[in-house]
């Protein structure tokens, strides 16, 4: 099993990008999907979830409003568009898998952690 992130990159505040992570190894279908980050020196941190088999999404207030998390039909694939980027959101972004379809802010929940993708905003 095996979560794969990317997309990450350097970028002005303001600008947009969207992160990839594809789930490799077994159908990901039932699973909660959720994106994670750790900003230097920062513990890891909650961003957006989604549910398995479902739209149910939740967001860390922090991204509210600019930040979207969505999966691909096959639901093997989930991603996160992030819009209006502040230097703030400079970290790396993990994706993570639940093998419990509810979405979840808890970190211990994840079964699967992909290995980060770095995402630099500069002002």
């Known amino acids: 099993v095996q979560l794969q992130a990317s997309g990450g990159g350097l970028v002005q505040a303001g600008d947009s990008l969207r992160l990839s992570c594809v789930a490799s190894g077994r159908s990901f279908r039932g699973y909660a999907m959720g994106w994670f980050r750790q900003a230097p020196g920062k513990e890891r941190e909650f961003v957006a979830t989604?549910?398995?088999?479902?739209?149910?999404?939740h967001y860390a207030q922090f991204v509210m409003g600019r930040f979207t998390i969505s999966r691909n039909g096959a639901q093997n694939t989930v991603f996160l568009q992030m819009n209006s980027l502040k230097p703030e959101d400079t970290a790396v972004y993990y994706c993570a898998a639940d093998s419990s379809p509810w979405p979840t802010a808890t970190m211990s929940d994840y079964d699967y952690w992909g290995q980060g993708t770095l995402v630099t905003v500069s002002s």
């Open positions: 989604i549910a398995g088999g479902s739209s149910t999404k």
